[in-house]
């Protein structure tokens, strides 16, 4: 078994020395005060942590947890109250998503809604879809944990819901990416109406025609700004 330890001890020692107070200030404030920060970029953080893992490893080819382990050191690096490791958490899960499978997913929907903002959110929805799309090769009907996250009483999961296909291209469920966003539609938060246009601008890529027919058949139900994000593309 893992001993966390090892691997939390060197991480949090490698970004703490990477700490800059002065770029701290304009950080915490772009989050809007909400959250402290050390001061790191994420060039110099993502270098922190590769020389930490390094260490660790101590001549290991690389991280040998299972996936409740690696899920138990993201939760004590969401503990530590700068939010680079929480950066640090999401990097490691991202990393490793091939180690996950959908039992990891209560878990990482339970970071989603611990101190959330997009920042932690969208990085989180990245490897929630990482796991499902995996998954769907050997069960067609994964996504349907994500259709309960969509009716979630949590903002953030019904945006990591809505997020999930995000470059999924070909393999994106095209009738499950529009439900989703008429499901959405009426809600006036920001951050839910943004991922509507973004998901969809992100569909686009591979749909255009699919996405212009959607927006012109639903404009009276998708607020302006869910419209101008998914049009962004769209000559």
């Known amino acids: 078994m893992l001993n966390l330890a090892t691997w939390l001890m060197p991480i949090e020692a490698a970004l703490r020395a990477q700490a800059d107070a002065q770029q701290a200030v304009p950080m915490k404030a772009y989050m809007l005060g909400q959250f402290e920060f050390l001061g790191i970029r994420a060039g110099p953080r993502r270098e922190a942590l590769k020389q930490a893992l390094k260490q660790a490893l101590k001549g290991l080819p690389q991280f ?13 690096l969401w503990r530590l109250p700068e939010r680079e490791f ?11 998503h091939k180690r996950l499978d959908v039992n990891a997913l209560p878990s990482i929907l339970q970071l989603v809604q611990t101190d959330p903002w997009w920042d932690t959110v969208d990085g989180l929805a990245g490897v929630v879809g990482d796991v499902l799309l995996r998954a769907k090769s050997s069960q067609p009907d994964v996504q349907r944990q994500m259709d309960a996250c969509l009716v979630h009483t949590h903002l953030w999961v019904r945006r990591v819901a809505m997020l999930h296909q995000l470059g999924w291209r070909e393999q994106t469920d095209q009738h499950r990416l ?8 009426p809600e006036t938060d920001f951050f839910i109406r943004k991922a509507i246009g973004w998901a969809l601008r992100d569909h686009a890529r591979t749909q255009p025609e699919a996405v212009r027919a959607f927006l012109a058949r639903h404009a009276g139900q998708l607020s302006g700004l ?3 994000e998914a049009g962004k593309h769209l000559a």
């Open 64 to 76: 040998t947890g299972t996936a409740d382990e690696l899920l138990a050191l993201a939760r004590a």
């Open 226 to 228: 869910s419209r101008r």
């Open 178 to 185: 529009f439900r989703y966003a008429l499901t959405l539609a």
């Open 86 to 96: 929480r950066y640090a958490a999401i990097d490691l899960l991202a990393k490793h």
